[in-house]
């Protein structure tokens, strides 16, 4: 299996490394591409860089739209934006395909493979409701990165794993990264 992360300046960049993680130990073949913001989050909050992520699969240029996840001919089996800022989510909504990581969501929609866009903002405006909705109808999935408290986490770990979890089911990967709720007991 492979599946794209795209990484992009919204707040949350800890799910990117989490998910990234996760689709590592699954032996999923990880493609990486971040925007400017993307990285200077990433390194911001979590003080990572690309460096520490070159283990875990490639990482392309967003301005290389010669890369191979430019085409929908290049096999894939997703993509998840995470974290997805209303920026990136407008113009994926809106069909832009000029970086690297808004062609690759692109191809995603039109060869009808999974684009999940792990949003973060609030509160909202109604452009940003509006790009929400017009991406999943076009076949987008929105998973705003909100996760759950029905399992009491006790970490911010805990509460990141419960979303990595979910984005996992969303693509269609067997894991148990997170609890799975089995009722109130
Ligand atoms: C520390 C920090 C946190 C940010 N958090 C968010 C956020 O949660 N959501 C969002 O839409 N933009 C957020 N932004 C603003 C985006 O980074 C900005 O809109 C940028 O243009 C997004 O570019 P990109 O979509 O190419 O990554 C944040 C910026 C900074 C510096």
Avoid at 72 to 85: E, Q, T
Avoid at 104 to 112: F, I, P
Avoid at 130 to 144: I, K, Q, S, T, Y
Wanted: charged fraction near 20%.
């Amino acid at each position: 299996m492979r599946i794209v992360v795209g990484i992009t300046g919204a707040s949350g960049a800890v799910y990117a490394y989490a998910l990234i993680n996760a689709l590592h130990r699954l032996s999923v073949d990880i493609e990486m591409v971040a925007s400017d913001m993307g990285w200077r989050v990433l390194d911001f909050e979590c003080g990572l860089s690309r460096s520490d992520l070159a283990n875990f699969g490639n990482i392309h240029e967003n301005d290389d739209l010669f890369a191979p996840i430019s085409s929908g001919s290049y096999r894939c089996d997703g993509m998840v934006v995470a974290p997805c800022s209303m920026n990136t989510l407008g113009a994926m909504a809106n069909g832009i395909g000029d970086t690297l990581l808004l062609r690759a969501a692109s191809v995603m929609l039109k060869e009808r493979r999974p684009l999940v866009a792990v949003t973060r903002e609030t509160p909202l405006n109604l452009i940003q409701i509006e790009n929400m909705a017009r991406l999943a109808r076009a076949g987008g999935c929105v998973m705003p990165a909100s996760p759950g408290f029905y399992t009491k986490p006790t970490e911010i770990w805990q509460l990141v794993g419960g979303m990595v979890g979910r984005l996992l089911d969303s693509l269609g990967i067997v894991n148990d990264v997170a609890p799975r709720w089995q009722g109130a007991r």
